[in-house]
């Protein structure tokens, strides 16, 4: 154990004694004796009690603290702290640019209790108005929780399709004349991966030279006919190399899941070599199988008869629902989102669902301001016509499962997207009831986020998603796919689930600012992972269609 491991415990134990608030004078000197441990002349390790207390800025007390510390991993101060203070809030003490006082008023003002739910904050625009926090100081927050989720060996896959594009792009260039794509979790969209895989028909040596030019700093390694490196991102690729004969073959075998490979050899052992994907998947008596389902689910056997539904699109959606403006946290205004939808993105239709009047850290709306926004709504609608904004509300779901608004105010609503954002630390009794409870009000549209979860940071709360799924269908409340890549919840392994129950989907882009629009492309991407067709989604119906699927309901 060297001087600087020491030194570090003591420095954490400086920072939460200021996070509790304890004696200044206390932690001031404990911040102190790290800075004296660190610059020590001699291992503290080895060193006896007498020489440690000798050192200047030592003494006794600290002496003693550190031999408990090099003995047991711990000292009695440290751990008291340690024992009281959130997992979560210890890690958010790591990033860089939050001291002690901002993550007290992270964890006590803003009620974010993990470095996930952080980042999330950052991309609503939450941060800002807390004291002491600024657009720059929020912008270089969220950058330095990205570098740290970068260096956990896991990636959203949002978060590295910039990364794989540079690479794709370079061996195009390198390579014009010969076949490329993208391979692996990537193609297969998984919501998370640990690297991306590409296949190339060239030799790997050339593969090798190709890479090497793009940057000198990046270390390749040769495993038999593949390339491994990590790039400036810190990103992981594998490169396989193939040859033109072999390149579907190989394309197929290299995207597949385990579980979707394992299904196809029961069919076929040795797969024939044949032009295109399409064609193999023929010959052993398959429909072409889209690379996101691959995943050893029942695709074989839809294949097998002819059953596999035609995936959606991006091109199949027709408005976005779930969004929100300045009314609330959103960064546009509720102008800006709308002409953004209908000018950039083409759109017939957009639903505004600022956040009700319990999420105060949202700036949630009180019956005055959606007075206000209402008739802004109806002015915009006169001005954008034949595009139309829904009067929609993210409506908190409470803890007993009711909606935060009375019944006479959510039936002035084109719409009610129903969410949990507070509480979720309930067994999954509890959770289900509540959740049920809510999708039994005949105001719910749509269940929002429904496990709350954030990819990568916080696992969303234990729910029977067959009973939740269930109730839905019951009620004829549509479920969200949140597509904003932290949270791609509904999970896709449960998408299949509530199609068969005859449950639609909406992929709901949770946009706080215009550019989070985009984000419905991750939503089509899951929901191609579950089975999803145009048919079964919510805004892939026409203006007339959803308005009178909102009128009936």
Known sequence: MDNKTIARAFKLCGQLMELHNENPFRSKAIASASFKIDKLPIAAATATFDQLSEQPGI??????????FIQTGTFNDLQELIEKTPAGILEMLKIKGLGPKKVQIIWNDLAIESVGELYYACNENRLIEAKGFGLKTQEDIKKSIEFTLDNQGWFLYAKVVPFAENIYNSLVKAFPENKISYTGDFRRKMEVLQQVELIVDTPVDRIEQAIQSLNNDITVKKEDNKLIFTDENSCHFIIYSSNESNFA??????????????????????????????????????????????????????????????????????GTLHNHSTYSDGVHSLAEMARYSKEELGLEYLGICDHSKTAVYANGLNIDRLTQQW?????????????KIFKGIESDILSDGSLDYSDDILAKFDFVVASVHSNLKMDEEKATARLIKAIENPYTTILGHPTGRLLLARAGYPLDFKKIIDACASNNVVIEINANPLRLDLDWRWHRYALEKGVLL?????????????DMHYGVFVGRKGGLSKEKCLNALSLNEISNFFHKK
């Open 375 to 387: 008739a802004e709504i109806d002015q915009l609608n006169e001005q954008l016509a034949p595009f």
């Open 249 to 318: 073959k190989d394309l197929l075998e290299t995207t597949g899941s385990t579980a979707h490979l394992n299904l196809i050899k029961e069919i076929n052992n040795d797969l024939p070599a044949l032009a295109t994907e399409e064609e193999i998947y023929k010959a052993i008596g398959l429909s072409y199988i889209e690379p996101e389902i691959r995943e050893g689910l029942d695709e074989i056997q839809l294949a097998r008869e002819n059953k596999l539904p035609q995936l959606i699109t991006f091109e199949d959606l027709k």
């Open 59 to 68: 003494g006794k007390s600290t002496a003693e603290k550190i031999q408990q």
């Open 506 to 518: 909406s992929i709901n882009p949770d946009a706080h600012r215009t550019e989070g629009l985009h």
